[in-house]
Each structure stands twice: as structure tokens, then as C-alpha cells.
């Protein structure tokens, strides 16, 4: 069975901590993603990356950066986390082929304190 | 530019009532359109794709869409509701050749007995 595995389900951190998202998945797939989840405002995506060590900024990149070193493992950083990047993240990968197909984590639900 | 709009942050139905989930959508290239599930405390899975071809497509779990040009619309319908469709749902458009998805804001479904 095909898999999007998030590192962590649940995370409480202090503002300016510096926080890893990490995102396992076991498909050999060229695409990953980084999404934030936001009641009413639906997902909007923070990064891509179409290939290993190759990165593109999505809508909402800033305060975000990642981590691409492995085809299988996506990582979201938080440079000194704020209170406005509390959120649900979610991962999600792709085979790179156009489909728009997307296989989803669980997500991560990070507060920030 | 794309963007996709989803009439209705909330829905209920009864169950075994006509679900109709309101999506639609702005694109400049020919759309591709996508209906996602989520279930509480899940991530996102793919119900049903519209690329080219038959305007009408069928998903999993009896839902169906239909893709209306004329009225850039895409909505969700399903004919009798169970109790297990209690879910959040998002609709979302890419172009050709592309696994960069806009997401609605999503709408979430509730199902009485």
C-alpha cells in the first residue's frame, strides 16, 4: 500500500524555536509537497519539489524554507517559529507524471506557543 | 491564473438524501479538476479527476461530478448519503501536465440519521 508518512502527528512549540517537519514517502515519486491547512481558507501550498534537491516557492513561502537531499524525504523548516504559523501541515507526493494524483500524509498539527 | 470558489462552507443532508457539493472554477489553460476527501484526523485522498474525454466521471463511494465548460462548474453529487460521507471535501483545478493543484476552501459534509 502506497505511503505518505508524517514524522510527527502532534507538536507544541515556543515562539522563535526552530521546528523540522519531516515527510517520508515510499512511492519513488519525483513530486513533493508542502501544504498548510487553515480552517476556511482550504490548503495552500508553502513548497514544491520536482526533484531531489530542487525547491519552488509556493503561495505562502515566507518564514518557510526545505530540505530535499533524498527523493524520499521532504522536509519543512521553521527558522524561529511565530504564533501565526500554528496550522495543520500536510505533505503530499506525486509521481510527476501531470496526473494530479496526490498521495497525502496524516498531516501535522504544529502550535506554537 | 487559476482559482476554484466552493459554494457552502457547510453542508447536511439527511441520510439517504441527494448530495450536491457547489464547485467552480477560473482557469486561462484547459482545466484539470479534482474532487479530495478528507476524513477527521486524515489526509487528503483523491474521489474522482476530469482531464479530457467524458464530461461526466465517477469516483469512489457512489459520488460522481460533471464538468460543465459553459458554466465553469464542476460540482459533486452522490444519490443517497451515508452516514460514512461525514467528511470535509475540496475541490481543485491544475492545467495540463501539471501536479500543482489550487485548492477551495473546502466544504464540509454532515450527515444526519
Known amino acids: 500500500d502506497v505511503k505518505v508518512t508524517q514524522s510527527s502527528r502532534y507538536l507544541v512549540k515556543r515562539t522563535g524555536e526552530k521546528v523540522f517537519l519531516e515527510c517520508v514517502q515510499d512511492?519513488?515519486?519525483?513530486?513533493m509537497f508542502w501544504y498548510r491547512q487553515d480552517p476556511g481558507l482550504g490548503l495552500r501550498l508553502i513548497y514544491f519539489?520536482?526533484?531531489?534537491?530542487?525547491?519552488e516557492k509556493g503561495d505562502i513561502p515566507e518564514g518557510y524554507s526545505v530540505s530535499r537531499e533524498k527523493k524520499e524525504r521532504f522536509s519543512l523548516i521553521l527558522e524561529s517559529a511565530s504564533t501565526n504559523q500554528t496550522s495543520m501541515y500536510l505533505c503530499?507526493?506525486?509521481?510527476?507524471?501531470?496526473?494530479?494524483?496526490?498521495?497525502f500524509g496524516e498531516g501535522s498539527r504544529l502550535t506554537v506557543l | 491564473a487559476q482559482s476554484v470558489t466552493q459554494l457552502g462552507s457547510h453542508v447536511s443532508v439527511s441520510e439517504g438524501a441527494l448530495v450536491l457539493l457547489r464547485c467552480n472554477y477560473s482557469?486561462?489553460?484547459?482545466?484539470?479538476l479534482f474532487w479530495y476527501v478528507q476524513y477527521p484526523n486524515q489526509g487528503l485522498q483523491l474521489l474522482l479527476k476530469?482531464?479530457?474525454?467524458?464530461?461526466l466521471v465517477k469516483g469512489i463511494n457512489g459520488f460522481e461530478a460533471e464538468f460543465k465548460k459553459s458554466e465553469t462548474s464542476f460540482h459533486l453529487t452522490k444519490p443517497s448519503a451515508h452516514m460514512s460521507d461525514a467528511a470535509e471535501y475540496f475541490c481543485?483545478?491544475?492545467?495540463?501536465?501539471?501536479?500543482?493543484?489550487?485548492f477551495g476552501t473546502g466544504t464540509r459534509l454532515q450527515v444526519f440519521p
Open positions: 482557469s486561462s489553460v484547459p482545466p484539470y
Open positions: 481543485a483545478v491544475s492545467g495540463p501536465n501539471t501536479d500543482k493543484l489550487i
Open positions: 512511492m519513488d515519486h519525483e513530486n
Open positions: 503530499a507526493s506525486s509521481s510527476g507524471q501531470g496526473t494530479g494524483e496526490l498521495f
Open positions: 476530469y482531464t479530457t474525454g467524458a464530461t
Open positions: 519539489s520536482y526533484d531531489v534537491k530542487m525547491k
